[in-house]
Nanobody, 130 residues
Framework: HVQLVESGGGSVQAGGSLRLSCEASSYPYCMGWFRQAPGKEREGVAH????????YIGDPVLGRFTIYQDSAKNTVYLQMNNLEPEDTAMYYC???????????????????????????WGQGTQVTVS
């Protein structure tokens, strides 16, 4: 079981930037960022295969957000630029095991973008864009 701690949320004006951090208690292999606005389902924002370095960005944030890692710190970041009011949500990081041979193949060829596919979750950090 991997413990995850997010930080970096806050309130910004439209067009601004924020960087979210997610520190894992152990090497997480595959991590993702999700968000959930009130009354909406949790949606995938971006995910990363840490061993292979592959990143995947969701269509709603493509070109504005990116995900990257500092593997020495077991930390994944979500850099959010040109924020829009529609980005307002609680943001969660998640981790899942992808160390099996099949998992590594999938991680390198698309990974997992759905919330139910992740086993470990952080407590969430609020992002508000006005």
């Amino acid at each position: 079981h991997v413990q995850l701690v997010e930080s970096g949320g806050g309130s910004v004006q439209a067009g601004g930037s924020l960087r979210l951090s997610c520190e894992a208690s152990s090497y997480p292999y595959c991590m993702g960022w999700f968000r959930q606005a009130p009354g909406k389902e949790r949606e995938g924002v971006a995910h990363i295969y840490m061993r292979g370095g592959m990143i995947y960005i969701g269509d709603p944030v493509l070109g504005r957000f990116t995900i990257y890692q500092d593997s020495a710190k077991n930390t994944v970041y979500l850099q959010m630029n040109n924020l829009e009011p529609e980005d307002t949500a609680m943001y969660y990081c998640a981790a899942r095991d992808c160390g099996s041979p099949a998992g590594r193949i999938r991680a390198a060829t698309g990974g997992w973008s759905r919330a139910h596919e992740y086993e470990n979750w952080g407590q969430g950090t609020q992002v508000t864009v006005s």
